[in-house]
């Protein structure tokens, strides 16, 4: 049971990031080419999808995996605080990045992104925050390898 939570777990984080990575390096390129309407309405029925897979699913099920992963490796929330521990204190940042993550991923996908067709102060702040959500994926998946190797 241990080994399928933690392969969905890690299922989920490849969605997550691959998802992301896709849209900036294989989408954007080519939406961008479009014309403006076509170029906005791509990104909102795109976007929609991804957020729902990403955001209301993907999201809540890498909470409640690494809870499970953490309960696998016999960490506990109260294990967090005690930063002489460099597993606990690297597990304490990856779930920062992570609530950093989920408050990001909602402020764009529910605010921001849908707007992104009436300004462009909400379309560059659209991109900017998705981009620093992929910062920040590439960032937990780097804490999760230290994970790996004992903290
Ligand atoms: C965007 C969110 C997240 C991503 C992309 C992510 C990614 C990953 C990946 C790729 C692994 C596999 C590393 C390995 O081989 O062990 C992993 C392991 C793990 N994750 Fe996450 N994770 C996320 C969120 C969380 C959260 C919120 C928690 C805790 C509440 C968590 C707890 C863990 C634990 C305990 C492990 C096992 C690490 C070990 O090998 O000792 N993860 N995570």
Redesign the pocket.
């Known amino acids: 049971m241990e080994v399928l939570i933690?392969a969905v777990?890690?299922l989920v984080?490849s969605f997550?990031?691959g998802g992301m990575l896709f849209m900036v390096l294989a989408l954007s390129p080519y939406v961008r080419k479009l014309p403006e309407d076509v170029a906005v309405k791509a990104y909102q029925e795109v976007g929609k999808r991804y957020s729902f897979w990403g955001t209301v699913i993907g999201?809540p099920v890498?909470?409640i995996t690494?809870?499970l992963?953490?309960k696998?490796?016999g960490?506990g929330f109260s294990d967090l605080m005690n930063s002489s521990n460099s597993?606990a204190s690297t597990?304490h940042h990856?779930?920062h990045l992570?609530i950093l993550?989920v408050i990001l991923a909602f402020v764009h996908d529910f605010y921001v992104g849908p707007r992104s067709h009436l300004s462009k102060k909400f379309k560059i702040t659209a991109r900017v925050i998705g981009i620093i959500n992929l910062i920040l994926?590439i960032s937990?998946?780097y804490l999760?390898?230290r994970?790996?190797m004992g903290g």
Do not use: C, P, Q
């Open positions: 933690m777990h890690i984080a997550w990031i999201l890498l909470f690494g809870v992963n953490m696998t490796m960490v597993y597990l990856k779930i992570f993550t994926g937990i998946i999760a390898a994970l790996r």
